[in-house]
Nanobody
Framework: QVQLVESGGGLVQTGGSLRLSCAAS????????MGWFRQAPGKGREFVAA????????AYADSVKGRFTISRDNAKNTVYLQMNSLKPEDTAVYYC????????????????WGQGTQVTVSS
């Protein structure tokens, strides 16, 4: 069992930056691939970024490539999402998720989810 708690969301102006954190409790954080997803009002949950167990491989949605960076610190049981050059269309609730399988863009591959943190980008 893994419990995930996101933090770091908030209100920021267009072009600003935020860093989201996701702290994991439970055993063997390093055995989980991790992902970030987001959900805007009235829309489905969409993939943002993912990272492999050891952190050596990452994947990004085209919409955030070059602006967002996912990283992890297995010693601290934490995964991060650095978000730069934020746009109003980045406004959403951001969720982190843990997968016992390979890191993936597919929500169905993830076994545990956090409660989400709101990110609002004003124009």
């Amino acid at each position: 069992q893994v419990q995930l708690v996101e933090s770091g969301g908030g209100l920021v102006q267009t072009g600003g930056s935020l860093r989201l954190s996701c702290a994991a409790s439970g055993r063997s954080f390093s055995s989980y691939a991790m992902g970030w997803f987001r959900q805007a009002p009235g829309k489905g949950r969409e993939f943002v970024a993912a990272i492999s167990r050891g952190g050596g491989s990452t994947a990004y949605a085209d919409s955030v490539k070059g602006r967002f960076t996912i990283s992890r610190d297995n010693a601290k049981n934490t995964v991060y999402l650095q978000m730069n050059s934020l746009k109003p269309e980045d406004t959403a609730v951001y969720y982190c998720a843990a997968s016992r399988a390979y890191y993936s863009e597919n929500t169905e591959n993830y076994d545990y989810w956090g409660q989400g943190t709101q990110v609002t980008v004003s124009s």
